[in-house]
């Protein structure tokens, strides 16, 4: 069984900081593209960014210059800095990606989410 769970959310005032970990639990050899989402309420699931297996980055337009995603392969984690957080930021967060599994194959995994809200 493969398990992405994310952590690190919480509540914090406009212009604050989180950081947000995902860590593929479960038998794991190996984690491929990663991603982090996010969705509000009555709002569609958005991309936030992305990280490939080589370290290379991709960030929607709304975060860019303010998230940072990064990775730690030997923990099979991921991260997501967040920094100068809006009150648009408020969302769930949840990871996706491409682990390799007890199957050898990789394959799709959905984290469950990690709220964040932004709000003073």
């Known amino acids: 069984q493969v398990q992405l769970v994310e952590s690190g959310g919480g509540s914090v005032q406009p212009g604050g900081s989180l950081r947000l970990s995902c860590e593929a639990s479960g038998t794991v050899f190996d984690i491929n593209r990663m991603y982090w989402y996010r969705q509000a309420p009555g709002k569609e699931r958005e991309l936030v960014a992305t990280i490939s297996s080589s370290g290379s980055t991709d960030y929607a337009d709304s975060v860019k210059g303010r998230f940072t995603i990064s990775r730690a392969d030997a923990e099979k984690t991921i991260y997501l800095q967040m920094n100068s957080l809006r009150p648009e930021d408020t969302a769930v967060y949840i990871c996706?990606?491409?682990?390799?599994?007890?199957?050898?194959?990789?394959?799709?995994?959905w984290g469950r989410g990690t709220q964040v809200t932004v709000s003073s």
């Open positions: 996706f990606g491409d682990v390799k599994d007890y199957t050898g194959r990789y394959r799709d995994y």
